[in-house]
């Protein structure tokens, strides 16, 4: 390598003084150049082909020797790369928001100083096209692939949206699109008789993006520090707090104006009320609680739905009971409970569905079939930032984020959830298994 660089020197050089004699006066006298000048010419261009000859071989040696070079050897224990090259390592999700953040809380809110310290700190690209234009509140609007990232990672942290609902997209915020209500009538006849006129019959479903709102204080000095841990740790964060409340809602929200309904209450005040809200059967027993969760399957099997591809939610409590039910053998019921699977179909466990309803005692368990729940998205995810504002924390206790060197990062992000098929929940109440 040395030699190419020293052959590739020589050769400027060579070339420079050839062009100091190309661009000199002829002398005076002479039309053209002398005898002298034409001789040196020569010299260099004879010259200039050797080292360009030597140059040629060298370079294509060097070619050659890196198509055939043996990559090292791995360290041990570290991970082969298929197919004899290494992958291309994806940009960790949900890292772009936190830096954003952090940038942006550093910068005091001004989107122009933000920018600014991401150029400082080698993240030129941060808010290229898009540098957090202004929300509706005075908040950023986080561009949408960047906001699609912590959404991707919010869904499997939610209970209702990682059982896989269909997500679609508020453009306006709102959106109504028909609800199935009875089945197309089909009957078999003759020729030149009339097809049965009855066919599907519809309700409707109304969605309308749903405001959730999140304040989150983060330490002064952890936002002073730029690092992948502080990123992580403020992405992580933001997508647990918002899972645990949207569940909040999705499962059991009453439904106001501001605040979905959740899948427990979709079927209040119609008349799949009393097929699919169902309670638990007194002074339980094995054979009671295997038959009241087939009565939940028999409640989505009785409205044509495929319970098999339907999905459990329960309190951790009554999955806790449920996996150490054994029958009078000392076996255990539900073995797959361990697998988190309850009769061949998973299991989700939260603490939004609460162990102290009715008397104090009670608990609730629903059977969903995420095929025909719709979640509606609109916006994206909005941030603001303060260090003045105040909070309240986990006790009710008024806190001053001045007071406390800690910035508030509040994350808005608008959405609903509806059924395409009210049969689709299905819900037992008043479960005190494992009291």
């Not at 910068?107 to 122009?112: C, E, H, I, K, Y």
């Not at 060197?405 to 819900?427: F, K, N, S, V």
């Amino acid at each position: 390598m040395d030699k190419i660089l020293e052959l590739r020197a020589r050769r400027e050089a060579i070339l420079a003084e050839m062009q100091e004699l190309v661009a000199a006066e002829p002398a005076e006298g002479e039309e053209d150049w002398g005898a002298e000048a034409q001789s040196r010419y020569d010299e260099l261009k004879a010259e200039d082909d050797k080292v360009s000859a030597n140059l040629a071989r060298l370079e294509d040696l060097e070619r050659r020797r890196a198509a055939s070079a043996t990559p090292l050897a791995p360290l041990p224990g570290a991970e082969q790369p298929q197919g004899g090259a290494a992958p291309a390592q994806a940009a960790e999700k949900g890292l772009r928001f936190a830096r954003m953040a952090r940038t942006i809380a550093a910068a005091g809110g001004v989107p122009f100083v933000a920018q600014q310290i991401a150029e400082a700190n080698g993240d030129s690209g941060l808010f290229a096209n898009q540098s957090a234009g202004s929300g509706p509140e005075g908040g950023f609007l986080i561009p949408e692939d960047v906001s699609e990232e912590v959404i991707e990672l919010l869904r499997p942290r939610s209970v209702v949206t990682a059982m896989g609902p269909r997500v679609v997209p508020l453009p306006n915020g709102n959106m109504t699109m028909n609800r199935r209500a009875s089945g197309a009538t089909f009957a078999y006849g003759g020729e030149q008789t009339d097809a049965p006129a009855t066919g599907v019959t519809f309700g409707q479903v109304r969605l309308s993006a749903k405001k959730l709102r999140g304040i989150i204080p983060m330490s002064n000095d952890l936002l002073r520090a730029s690092s992948t841990a502080v990123d992580r740790l403020i992405r992580d964060d933001a997508v647990e707090d918002a899972a645990q409340i949207q569940d909040r809602f999705f499962l059991r929200g009453v439904g106001t104006e501001y605040a979905p309904k959740g899948l427990r209450y979709q079927t209040a005040g119609t008349s799949f009320e009393s097929t699919h809200v169902l309670t638990m059967t007194a002074s339980p027993t094995v054979q009671k609680v295997d038959n009241d969760l087939g009565r939940l399957e028999l409640a989505l099997g009785n409205a044509n739905l495929d319970y098999s591809g339907a999905h459990w939610v329960m309190s951790p409590r009554t999955a806790m009971y449920l996996t150490n039910l054994r029958d009078g053998n000392g076996n255990k019921v539900y073995p797959e409970m361990g697998d988190g699977m309850l009769r061949k179909k998973p299991v989700h466990i939260t603490t939004e569905i609460p162990d102290n309803l009715g008397g104090g005692t009670e608990s609730e368990i629903g059977l969903v079939h995420p095929s025909h729940v719709i979640v509606g998205e609109h916006m994206g995810i909005e941030i603001a930032m303060s260090t003045e504002a105040a909070y309240k924390d986990a006790n009710g206790t008024m806190q001053a984020a001045f007071s406390r060197d800690e910035t508030l990062l509040r994350l808005i992000m608008q959405h609903d959830l509806g059924l395409r098929h009210l049969a689709a929940a299905a819900w037992l109440t008043g479960v005190t298994w494992g009291v």
